[in-house]
């Protein structure tokens, strides 16, 4: 079984949220809330309400399915950041100059698994 959760237009520039994605990348579900409640960057909290969210869309899912679920199956199978839109604003400088200043966004989705739906990962080492 999988389920998705999608956070869109966070304020929070798509390189701040990546570090925060790595570190819950192929975790456990609870495990990855547990990382994200004690990390101290501050994408880590929309990030947290995510996954939790995501863990909620599974329990919905099994539920409409008529699947057994266990919270403790789930992992998180996929998470990516994408760049969403980014907001032009001008701050006044010396002089009667502007420096413009970008207020970046961004599109988080998260896909969580159980264990036995895990896509099987090709070696790389083949490859080169």
Known sequence: MEAKAKARYLRVT???ARRVIDLIRGQQATEALAVLKFAEQSASDPIYKLV???IANARTRADEEG?????NE???SEAFVDEGPT???FRP???GR????????SHVSVVLASGDDLPQ???RKGNR
Do not use: C, Y
């Not at 699947?67 to 919270?71: G, K, L, P």
């Not at 502007?98 to 966004?105: G, P, Y």
């Open 14 to 16: 798509p390189r701040k």
């Open 52 to 54: 939790a969210s995501g």
């Open 67 to 71: 699947i057994a679920f266990d919270e």
């Open 74 to 76: 789930l992992v998180i």
């Open 87 to 89: 907001m032009k604003r």
């Open 93 to 95: 400088r010396a002089q």
């Open 98 to 105: 502007a420096f413009r200043i970008e207020k970046r966004t």
């Open 121 to 123: 990962r090709k070696s």
